[in-house]
């Protein structure tokens, strides 16, 4: 499953503490990567596809996000979206 270029892909929420985006800000990670999915440069909230991102590559992604923000601040963030289906 590949999605189109310029698909954004997730919004991080349910963050009773503060910003998302600023807590994924904060660990640094802007720009990071994995395959085609890559955390937004302006919005650290967004997945962004630069044009070749699998599923599995947003749904890792995904996962390495909450972890990361999770060890810094000990806050678990939550998706709003639903998979669907296997990876």
């Known amino acids: ?8 892909w997730l919004y991080l929420s349910k963050c009773p503490e503060g910003f998302p985006g600023k807590l994924i800000d904060d660990v640094g990670l802007k720009g990071y990567r994995i395959g085609g999915a890559v955390v937004s440069e302006k919005h ?9 991102a699998t599923a599995n590559d947003v749904l890792e992604l995904i996962e390495y996000i909450k972890k990361k923000v999770y060890e810094n601040s000990g806050i678990m963030l939550e998706t709003e979206i639903r998979v669907i289906g296997e990876r």
Request: aromatic share 18%.
């Open 44 to 52: 650290a909230n967004f997945i962004v596809n630069e044009g070749d």
């Open 1 to 8: 499953w590949h999605l189109h270029i310029y698909d954004i």
